[in-house]
């Protein structure tokens, strides 16, 4: 069969922080041309909870909020694992919440935190009836509810989370959910 067009104008932005040791940035794009599909306007190099870089990627295609969000979040295996030079970036990932001590925030709640403050300052990265679909790791003894951002974060991103979202069992200990917010 022949490939599908791309709807006009349809163009995306990849943000990674991994470098190229972990994420080929030209494998991205030779993935992209071999389904047919038009390359990324840009591939950051960066982390999305950075408000610089999510101006790079609004700039990329044309200073506009996006029609849709896909993200995949770090589960921290790789972090568990890293070097010492690199677990010091991953320090900025504990929180310390009432003062009870240290509290690991999910990847996902703090871009909620940072959509929130994007669009208080009237710089949304989701335009209205958007979609931010994610992948929402939940380990054995968890259910999702539990591992979602709580219902101030949502509120804060103006994200509503559409249906049940779909499972995928990685291992005996791991899953992975597919779920899906609108931008209200």
Same mark, same amino acid.
């Given at each position: 069969s022949e490939p599908q067009s791309n709807p006009?104008?349809? =163009? %995306?932005? @990849?943000i990674e922080i991994a470098h190229n040791g972990y994420v080929n940035r030209d494998d991205i794009v030779e993935d992209f041309v071999t389904r047919s599909l038009p390359p990324p306007s840009d591939i950051i190099r960066g982390d999305c909870l950075s408000p610089e870089v999510r101006e790079q990627a609004r700039s990329a295609i044309g200073g506009d909020a996006f029609d849709a969000i896909v993200t995949d979040p770090p589960y921290g295996i790789r972090e568990a694992m890293s070097s010492e030079e690199e677990s010091e970036d991953s320090e900025r990932d504990v929180d310390v919440i009432n003062g009870d001590g240290p509290t690991s925030v999910s990847p996902l709640s703090k871009l909620f935190h940072a959509m929130g403050q994007d669009r208080s300052s009237g710089k949304p990265l989701l335009k209205s009836g958007g979609r931010l679909? @994610?992948?929402v790791p939940v380990q054995k003894g968890e259910n999702l509810k539990d591992c979602l951002p709580d219902s101030n974060a949502r509120k804060e991103a103006g994200l509503v989370m559409e249906?049940?979202?779909?499972?995928q069992v990685l291992s005996d200990i791991l %899953? =992975?959910?597919l779920v899906s917010f609108v931008s209200v």
């Amino acid at each position: 069969s022949e490939p599908q067009s791309n709807p006009p104008g349809c =163009r %995306s932005v @990849a943000i990674e922080i991994a470098h190229n040791g972990y994420v080929n940035r030209d494998d991205i794009v030779e993935d992209f041309v071999t389904r047919s599909l038009p390359p990324p306007s840009d591939i950051i190099r960066g982390d999305c909870l950075s408000p610089e870089v999510r101006e790079q990627a609004r700039s990329a295609i044309g200073g506009d909020a996006f029609d849709a969000i896909v993200t995949d979040p770090p589960y921290g295996i790789r972090e568990a694992m890293s070097s010492e030079e690199e677990s010091e970036d991953s320090e900025r990932d504990v929180d310390v919440i009432n003062g009870d001590g240290p509290t690991s925030v999910s990847p996902l709640s703090k871009l909620f935190h940072a959509m929130g403050q994007d669009r208080s300052s009237g710089k949304p990265l989701l335009k209205s009836g958007g979609r931010l679909v @994610a992948f929402v790791p939940v380990q054995k003894g968890e259910n999702l509810k539990d591992c979602l951002p709580d219902s101030n974060a949502r509120k804060e991103a103006g994200l509503v989370m559409e249906g049940e979202g779909k499972e995928q069992v990685l291992s005996d200990i791991l %899953s =992975r959910w597919l779920v899906s917010f609108v931008s209200v």
